[in-house]
């Protein structure tokens, strides 16, 4: 199997951070993704530079406007849902319930949750501020990960 490197056209590299090594890789035009990991080879784009950039003011707690392009959602729903969850303020929290009626379909919970597992960036799509009624909810990392994350922003919406 070929690592993203290695394919034509794709850039990779990382950055240290509380949780350990974030990854992240991207496209000529679009952030493809974020993960915890080490990049295999450093390959390096203007879109990997603005990622690396971003989540260094992340990391210090002065998080930069979102101007990253991604690749477009799968659907007009799934628009309205990464819009939501990317205008939650660093420090905040929503319920699955408040991103579906902001994303206009308010019985559709299950369906952000859903959206919220297959959530390929990390971090700067803040799928981890998005909770349950009661409690933490979901998250494709780990509770422990999106535990570390929400105490890192001092959300205060909820108690970890």
Same mark, same amino acid.
Not at 127 to 152: D, M, P, S, T
């Given at each position: 199997?070929?690592?993203?490197?290695?394919?034509?056209?794709?850039?990779?590299?990382?950055?240290?951070?509380?949780?350990?090594?974030?990854?992240?890789?991207?496209?000529?035009?679009?952030?493809?993704?974020?993960?915890?990991?080490?990049?295999?080879?450093?390959?390096?784009?203007?879109?990997?530079?603005?990622?690396?950039?971003?989540?260094?003011?992340?990391? !210090?707690?002065?998080? &930069?406007?979102? +101007?990253? $392009?991604?690749?477009?959602?799968?659907?007009?729903?799934?628009?309205?849902? *990464? @819009?939501?969850?990317?205008?939650?303020?660093?420090?905040?929290?929503?319920?699955?319930?408040?991103?579906?009626?902001?994303?206009?379909?308010?019985?559709?919970?299950? !369906?952000?949750?859903? &959206?919220?597992? +297959?959530? $390929?960036?990390?971090?700067?799509?803040?799928?981890?501020?998005?909770?349950? *009624? @009661?409690?933490?909810?979901?998250?494709?990392?780990?509770?422990?990960?999106?535990?570390?994350?929400?105490?890192?922003?001092?959300?205060?919406?909820?108690?970890?």
């Amino acid at each position: 199997m070929k690592s993203l490197s290695s394919v034509s056209g794709l850039y990779e590299d990382w950055i240290e951070s509380f949780l350990g090594p974030i990854r992240f890789w991207a496209s000529e035009e679009y952030l493809l993704g974020i993960s915890l990991g080490v990049a295999k080879t450093v390959r390096v784009n203007k879109i990997t530079e603005q990622t690396k950039e971003w989540l260094g003011s992340y990391l !210090a707690k002065e998080p &930069l406007e979102p +101007s990253i $392009p991604l690749l477009p959602p799968k659907s007009p729903f799934a628009a309205n849902v *990464q @819009k939501a969850v990317m205008a939650i303020p660093f420090g905040s929290c929503a319920t699955y319930s408040e991103i579906a009626k902001k994303a206009g379909n308010p019985k559709a919970a299950r !369906a952000v949750g859903a &959206l919220m597992r +297959s959530n $390929p960036y990390m971090i700067f799509v803040p799928c981890h501020r998005v909770i349950a *009624q @009661k409690g933490l909810g979901g998250y494709n990392g780990g509770l422990e990960i999106k535990r570390k994350l929400l105490e890192f922003e001092e959300c205060e919406s909820i108690n970890l």
